[in-house]
Structures are given as structure tokens and as C-alpha cells.
């Protein structure tokens, strides 16, 4: 069994070299440009506060106002261990996230994954935007994202209704 001691060693070591911090900078500043531009070009769909996280996954919502009716949100969520993009249905709360869950398993969902109730989970449905990221181009991965968060938003409306 690996000690904490250990852990906060290798952590220091690893700090030491300085990459990881220029990683989550540099992934915090994408993010938060992304939420920028996204709602300059969609200013009826507010952009939410860039939650940075806990090295797992840092997000922004970015929700229209018929889903934000519904008590629902949509979330563009980086994940770290995974170094992908992906775009998530969420709910206001626990109860509207498992109505929605069993409200959507009876429909055709295509290409998206239903997600399971359960405590740590926070979407209804998950699609990935971006599996192989390059933030050496954050043009062309922003355009990429956007593209596909507009897809993902509309048919959210379509499903949703």
C-alpha cells in the first residue's frame, strides 16, 4: 500500500519539473477563451463559470435558455486523464437529471450515451467533441468544439421537447 508521504513526493517531484503547471494553465486559458468566444457568437447561450478542478476534469456550462427552462444544462468538459473534449446534458439537480435519465432511456439517443444515476455522476447524456487534442492549435480545436457543441445543442432541443 503506497503511503500519502509517497504520493506528495512524487507530486513535488513531478511540480518540480514545472510541465504540469504549464499544462493547466494552458489548458484553464483555452478553456476560458472557448467560454469567451462561445458566448460572443451565441449570446443567448450564457456561459457559466470555468470550474478548473481537482486534476480530473475542468468544465464551463454553456446553456440556452430552452434547456435552462427545463432545468437543464449543457457542460464542455475537458478531461484530464483522458486529455479529450467531451459535451454533457446535465440537470439543475439529482431529481431532474434521473427524470430526464428515465425519460430518455425510452428514445433513441443515437450516437450519445445515456448515463446511470449514481452518486458522482453528473450528466444525462455524454458525447466526446475532441478525443485527440492539440492545444499547439487552439483555433482549430475551438472551432472543433463549437462546431460540435452547436450539433450536440440542437439535438438536446430535439430530444429534450
Known sequence: MELLNDAFRDYTEQLGKGQIQKAYRGILAFMSSLARRLGDKYPNCSPGSLYP???DMSYFTFT???LRDRKLKIAIVYLHAQNRFEIWLGGMNRKVQA?????LSRQDLGKYRLSKPAPGVDSILEAVLIDQTDFDR???MGESIRTGAAAFIRDMLFLVK
Do not use: N, W
Open 53 to 55: 478542478g481537482l486534476m
Open 64 to 66: 440556452p435558455p430552452e
Open 99 to 103: 427524470e430526464t435519465i428515465s425519460r
Open 138 to 140: 487552439p483555433e482549430e
